[in-house]
């Protein structure tokens, strides 16, 4: 166990004669070099944390905070010298404002929708494939394919298939003698094709962390429960959904908050219309911001968005935590 | 019937039932693929043929637009943001994983809030940054917002990575004569690359997949893909073939890599909540 020459040998090594043998059997040996290696040890371990921290610092905390700071001045592109503290008018305006509360409305029902949707789904379709015939293992890598398409692929596959002019599907409708609709330019219509997009999107995910779980089951309960002569149904109603709960908990929450940031979908589909119809909050942000020029209202909307999003991630980590508690 | 073929025939049925399933799913992507292969004249054609004879036309009319740049912009940057996110991350990731820094709590706070975020919240600081210090509709400018969202998610794989590698064998190269960083280099680093072209095709993903940020960060010289196909849809008359052609050429590399990645894919978009 000697060193090598090409090695560059620490200086609190090249003092102690007995390196190796004082690593080898730590408390034989002298404790000061010891801790002076370990001082050594751990400044260089923080000059290698220091440079990420603070890329880190500069690209997330310090625009939140300019965020914040934006979202009270009555900040304007087109007016020169808008950008300037003015107190909590944004905000004051927001409470006002019916486009606002229409947004939240929008947004709540695309939430709940989806993540209803998802769960349903990708529980349903989990359980269907949890087995080991062979040839189903292999097409379930398939299924996951709608989650990881670019999000812009999916708004506009779904565009393609809900144009009129073009739709396969109102193709297939006529056939099935079902009515043919013009699903993005009717106002009801119109949220419903876009959370039909999302659920597409996105119930892999769930479908994924739900069968990882059904693998992971311990066997035992299953068993009682099929020597106590439990019919499927009651096994899985009775046995396997409470054991998933702690998953369907999480993903749902992941899925929620990310509902929230619903955004390409809405831009190709629909524009946030007909009219009103489809402006989800991160949307009506997004229009304020960029298609007009008021950026500190649009600020505003989204300190609140942000605010919304971090309580939920707070929520996220205690069910996190509790969850692997009782673990 | 006995029991055997009973079972068998069960097995059949549950096995198209699931092709069926399938099928469905991914009819839409699929469609959109064969959507990609046809004429305007066929795309408008109802009711639609399922065959037709493919045409690679609008692949060739895309290559001759400036379509070719976006993609070529898409590429750049995300490639360079996976590299400068691995260079910062990595390294971090591993100091917090053997230092014992007792941040655990707070690191995963950090991490969970930026992917939770929505984009628009790191999105208007920039805008109003970079149109300042002249950053808006360059490459550069989106290299650095990536990192709002790559870094902190390298952190957090790569610490788990590292915390699934036992410390003995660092331990042996410190008593070979390795220092800190050299035992990092040429010790650890090599049994993590598993792990690390995970990360990086994670990152490479999330940058290439982005909308957001390029749709309100670059104009013309800068674009990527993903917004330079929203510019054929125009008020008159989406251009189908284009839209199609393009959005088949961006989500190929996208779900070549991701099938490559499955196994950590719920690890990798549940980043802070759920332990590696």
């Not at chain 1, 166990?1 to 190796?20: I, N």
């Not at chain 2, 989406?238 to 990645?261: C, D, H, N, Q």
Request: net charge positive; hydrophobic share 55%.
């Amino acid at each position: 166990m000697t060193s090598s020459p090409d090695r560059p040998l620490t200086p609190e090594f090249a003092a102690s004669p007995s390196a190796a043998q004082m690593a080898g059997a730590p408390a034989a040996v002298a404790a000061r070099p010891r801790r002076a290696w370990a001082a050594t040890r751990r400044r260089v371990l923080l000059a290698l944390l220091l440079p990420a921290l603070t890329a880190l610092f500069a690209v997330t905390i310090l625009p939140s905070l300019f965020l914040v700071a934006t979202s009270f001045t009555p900040l304007d592109l087109t007016k020169p010298g808008s950008f300037r503290l003015e107190g909590a008018g944004n905000y004051r305006e927001l409470l006002r404002d019916d486009r606002f509360w229409n947004s939240v409305w929008v947004q709540t029902r695309l939430s709940f929708w989806t993540v209803l949707l998802q769960l349903l789904i990708g529980l349903g379709l989990a359980r269907l494939l949890h087995t080991r015939i062979r040839g189903v293992e292999a097409v379930r890598a398939a299924f996951i394919i709608p989650m990881v398409l670019p999000p812009v692929v999916v708004a506009l596959t779904w565009k393609i298939l809900f144009t009129p002019d073009v739709s396969v599907l109102n193709w297939l409708l006529g056939v099935a003698g079902m009515p043919q609709r013009a699903w993005l330019t009717d106002s009801t219509l119109a949220l419903w094709a876009i959370i039909v997009a999302d659920v597409w999107e996105w119930f892999p995910f769930v479908f994924l962390a739900v069968l990882a779980a059904l693998q992971m089951m311990p066997d035992e309960p299953l068993e009682a429960a099929a020597i106590d002569g439990a019919s499927r149904w009651q096994v899985f109603r009775h046995v396997e959904l409470p054991l998933l709960k702690p998953v369907l908990l999480v993903v749902g929450l992941f899925r929620l908050i990310d509902s929230m940031k619903a955004f390409p979908h809405i831009f190709i589909m629909t524009g946030g219309g007909p009219g009103v119809a489809t402006e989800a909050t991160n949307y009506f942000a997004y229009l304020q911001g960029f298609s007009y020029t008021f950026v500190g209202f649009s600020s505003a909307i989204t300190v609140v968005l942000l605010a919304a999003t971090f309580a939920l991630s707070l929520g996220i980590m205690r069910l996190v935590g509790r969850a692997t508690d009782v673990e | 019937m006995s029991s055997k073929r009973r079972r068998a025939l069960a097995r059949g049925l549950y096995l198209v039932a699931v092709g069926a399933v399938l099928l469905v799913v991914l009819f839409p992507v699929l469609w959109l693929v064969l959507f990609s292969l046809r004429t305007e004249v066929e795309s408008f054609r109802m009711p639609p043929r399922l065959f037709v004879v493919p045409t690679l036309q609008n692949y060739v009319d895309l290559w001759q637009s400036k379509f070719l740049r976006a993609f070529e912009n898409s590429a750049v940057t995300a490639s360079a943001t996976t590299v400068l996110s691995l260079l910062l991350g990595v390294p971090a990731a591993y100091a917090l994983s053997r230092a014992g820094f007792r941040s655990e709590r707070l690191l995963s706070l950090w991490v969970l809030a930026t992917r939770m975020a929505p984009p628009i919240a790191f999105g208007i600081p920039f805008f109003l940054i970079y149109k300042e210090i002249e950053l808006i509709d360059t490459r550069l400018g989106l290299v650095v917002i990536y990192l709002s969202f790559n870094l902190s998610l390298v952190i957090w794989m790569m610490r788990a990575f590292f915390d699934g590698l036992p410390r003995s064998l660092e331990e042996a190269a410190y008593i070979d004569g390795a220092g800190v960083l050299g035992a990092f280099v040429r010790v650890t680093l090599p049994l993590c690359a598993p792990g690390l072209a995970t990360t990086a095709i994670f990152c490479f993903l999330l940058s290439w997949n982005d909308f957001f940020y390029s749709l309100i960060l670059t104009r013309s010289d800068a674009l990527t893909a993903p917004v330079a196909i929203v510019n054929f849809m125009n008020y008159e008359s989406w251009e189908y073939g284009k839209i199609s052609a393009g959005a088949t050429l961006i989500m190929l590399p996208v779900v070549a890599f991701s099938l490559g990645v499955r196994r950590y894919l719920i690890r990798g978009l549940t980043a802070g909540a759920v332990k590696g």
